[in-house]
């Protein structure tokens, strides 16, 4: 059974940092493009951010480039989300989400990406 599990995240004002991190757990880890999403109430899941297998590629959204990083630990099973000069628009709920095994997943489309984990809530005060 996969398991997929966010921490990290919590309160912090304008120009903070946060970083998030994921371990999944049940699946073989470097054989799945990793991603982060994030949600506001209200709102649809968008996607932020995705790494490829061993982490030789990435992808940013543009509202995050140059503040984000995402990186993965494939020892560890972990996936991170470095998140600098925070803004109060980054407010969300960050999911973070398996692509399919073995799957090309680099455009951060939802239907790619079949495990979830239950998020954790970021919120930036301006």
């Known amino acids: 059974q996969v398991q997929v599990v966010e921490s990290g995240g919590g309160m912090v004002q304008a120009g903070g940092s946060l970083r998030l991190s994921c371990t999944a757990s049940g699946l073989t880890f470097d054989e799945h493009f990793m991603g982060w999403f994030r949600q506001d109430p209200g709102k649809e899941r968008e996607g932020v951010s995705c790494?490829?297998?061993?982490?030789?590629?990435?992808y940013y959204v543009d509202s995050v480039k140059g503040r984000f990083t995402i990186s993965r630990d494939n020892a560890k099973n972990t996936l991170y989300l470095q998140m600098n000069s925070l803004k109060p628009e980054d407010t969300a709920m960050y999911y973070c989400?398996?692509?399919?095994?073995?799957?090309?997943?680099?455009?951060?489309?939802?239907?790619?990406?079949?495990?979830w984990g239950q998020g954790t809530q970021v919120t930036v005060s301006s």
């Open positions: 989400a398996a692509a399919r095994r073995r799957y090309y997943a680099l455009r951060l489309n939802l239907d790619d990406y079949v495990y």
């Open positions: 790494i490829s297998y061993s982490g030789d590629i990435t």
